[in-house]
């Protein structure tokens, strides 16, 4: 099966699990894992999470608060409501919109555009939908949520909305096999839908993590939908770490974090 298929067959995980995919195009994804072990291991891995982004789907893409209201309640102006505390549990999308204007005393609004609507897309791929339902899941820890083993948390790279040359550090459980991390691409405005981009993590010594592609289409469909990209990386050994999204131009984006062990 040549690599075209296989990517096609990728982007329809969403969809498969979400309950969305039937006829052939169902039967053809299921034979296909059958004999893919890398799909079957995304399958597996996602499956928990589809189930809970069914449960709490509508929570999810509930509007978002203003932007103003957002950066009133970050600097202190409003003590939220309920409704906005219970929100931001939920939503990392606003949640580095608070955490950026806290940190950043001149901060403006940081998603002056950014229009949130109730439809989704099927077609997106798989880490679209499902990471977005990963960042709920993840974010209220009353649903108890572990994917593979030991419990997990979604990490923010704090870096998305703010410049810092310190290493964001993520608590990591010993048994997890994932890491789920979230930040905010900075997709250059002028570029081609087929732009490819890549998003690379390096170690200490240099040596490559993990490492994805990206078209411009892809990554400004994440941003429309939820303002962040979700990445569920392999669980990585304690250490600091580089990502870098980078264009055939050269790197864009960098950020530096630390993993420990707990």
Sequence with gaps: MNPTDHERFELEIAAF?????????CEALRTHIETCESCAGVVEAWAPVAAGFRIAGDRLLAPHPDSRELLRYARGETAGGDSLIEHLKTCPTCLLEVEGARTVPAAKEVRPSLKITRYVSMALA?????GLGLATMLRDPGTGLA??????QLYTLEEAVRSSNDATVLEVDRESTVL??????????????????????????GDTAWSSRFTAAELNRYLEVSGVLTLLVPAQPEGTYTLQLASEDGPIQEFRFEVRQR
Excluded: Y
């Design 180 to 205: 789920p991390l979230v930040l905010i691409p900075a997709v250059p405005a002028g570029a081609a839908p087929d732009a490819d981009f890549t998003i690379e993590i390096t170690d200490g010594q």
């Design 17 to 25: 699990l979400a309950g969305r995919l039937t006829g052939e195009e």
């Design 147 to 152: 994917l593979g083993h030991g419990a997990t």
């Design 126 to 130: 798989a880490g679209l939908v499902l």
